[in-house]
C-alpha cells in the first residue's frame, strides 16, 4: 500500500476498499460505450446520417439533472446504487439479442445488423445514466473528506482509464475479426456496470440521513445560479466549447470509419490508448496549472489547445498522424474535465454547489440536443470534413475568447456574484 493511502482516514480508507475495484469495473464498462457510435456504422451497417442522434442521445439526458436530484433525495443511498446499476447494465446485456451478420468480401469487422434496436438500447442505457454522476459525487463528497478527495478522484480516474485501455483493445481483437462479437462485448459491459455499481452499494454513507437529504436541488437555489453573471459567461465559454466537440466528435466517426478507412484496431489506437495515455500524462500538468492561474484561466487555455486539435483533424491521413491528434485531444481534455469539474463549485456560494452543477449538466444537454446534428449537416452542405473541422475550431475559438475574457474579471469580483 502506498503511503497516500495508508495515511487515509478511517471512512476514507474503508470507502475507498470497494471504490478501487468499482472503478476499474465502471472504466470496462466505458470502454465499450466509447466504441458505441463507430460499431453502429462499422458493426451493424447504420446509415451515417444516424450517427449525430447517437452521439446526442450520449448526453441529451443531462437535461434531467435538476430532476435526478430529486429522485436522489427520496432513495437510500446504498439502494440507489443497485437500481442505477440494473436500469443502466440490463439495456447492454440485452445487446445480446442484436441480429449481425458479417458483410462477404467487405472490411475488416464490417456488417450489418439491427441497428435500430441497438440504438434503442443505447438510449435507454444513456437516460438511466445520468444518475450515476450526481450520486458519485454525492459519495465523495460524504465519504472523502477535502484533504484527501482531490487526489483519491485523480486516482480513481487513472484506474477507470487503465482498465478502458485493456478492455478496448481486447473488444478490438475481437470486433475486427467478426462483427458478431457486438453481441458479447457489450453484454460484457453491462454485467462490469452492474457488478460496480453493487459493489458500490455495499459501501455506507457516513452522516447518511443528512446527506439524502442534502442530495435535492432547491428551486431558490436554482434560481440564483441563473442569476449568477458570471457564472452565466462560465457556462456560455462552455456551451460554445461544447458545440465545437460535439459537432468535432460526429466527424471524427464518420471520417475515420469513411475517408481514412480504419478499422476498430485504428480507432482504439487513437481513441482508447494515444487519448486516454496522453489525458492521464497531462492530468498533474493541469491540476497545477490550475492552482496557480485559477480553474477559469487554464480551462480557456486547455479550449485554446483544443482548437489546434480541431484544425488538425482534417489532415489526418493515416494511423500515426491519427495518433498524434488524439493524443492533442486527450491532452488538452484533461485541463477541460478540470474545469468542467470544479468549474460549478468555484462560482458556487456556501451551500448551493448541487444546484450549479445542476444547471451545469443541464447545459451540457441542450447543447448535445443541437451540436452533432450541426456538425452533420455542416459537412454535408459543404461536401466537406475540413469545413465541418473549421466550423467546429470557430465555435472553439469563440469559447477561449469568452473564458479569457472572464478571466480577466476574475481579480475584479467576489465568489458568488
Known sequence: MTPVLRS?????????????????????????????????????GGPEKWVPALIALWQAPWILTPLVSGWLSRVHPQRAWRVIGLAAGIPLILVAF????????????EGIGAFRLFALLLAAHYTVSVFYIPHRGALMRTNYPDAVRGRLYGL??????????????G??????????????????????????????????WRRQARVVQDQGTDPQHLRLAFANRRFLIYQLAFMLYGFGFLMAWVLNILYIEDE????????????????????ITAMFFWGRLADRVGVVRSTAFAFGCLVLYLIAMPHVTGQWSLNGVAAL?????????????LGPLHFAPEGQGHAYTAVHFACVGIRSVIAPFLGYLVKEYFDSYAVGYYAAAAFMIAGTITMFVLARSESRATPGS
Not at 475507498?16 to 460499431?39: C, E, Q, Y
Not at 480513481?156 to 483493445?169: D, Q, S, T
Not at 457489450?186 to 457488478?195: A, D, H, S, T
Not at 485531444?329 to 469539474?341: L, T
Open 8 to 44: 487515509l482516514p478511517r471512512v476514507a480508507a474503508y470507502t475507498w476498499r470497494l471504490h478501487w475495484p468499482a472503478a476499474l469495473l465502471v472504466g470496462a464498462s466505458n470502454a465499450t460505450i466509447m466504441l458505441a457510435a463507430f460499431a453502429f456504422k462499422r458493426s451493424l
Open 98 to 109: 442484436v441480429t449481425v451478420e458479417p458483410v462477404l468480401d467487405g472490411k475488416a469487422g
Open 156 to 169: 480513481r480516474e487513472i484506474l477507470a482509464i487503465l482498465a478502458a485501455i485493456v478492455m478496448a483493445r
Open 171 to 204: 473488444a478490438q481483437s475481437l470486433l475486427d475479426q467478426d462483427p458478431r462479437w457486438l453481441k458479447l462485448v457489450f453484454p460484457i459491459g453491462g454485467l462490469c456496470l452492474i457488478v460496480a455499481y453493487f459493489l458500490k452499494s455495499r459501501i455506507r
Open 260 to 279: 481514412l478507412a480504419l478499422g476498430y484496431d485504428g480507432f482504439t489506437q487513437a481513441f482508447s490508448v494515444a487519448f486516454p495515455v496522453a489525458q
Open 329 to 341: 485531444f486527450g491532452a488538452s481534455m484533461s485541463g477541460v474535465m478540470i474545469g468542467w469539474a
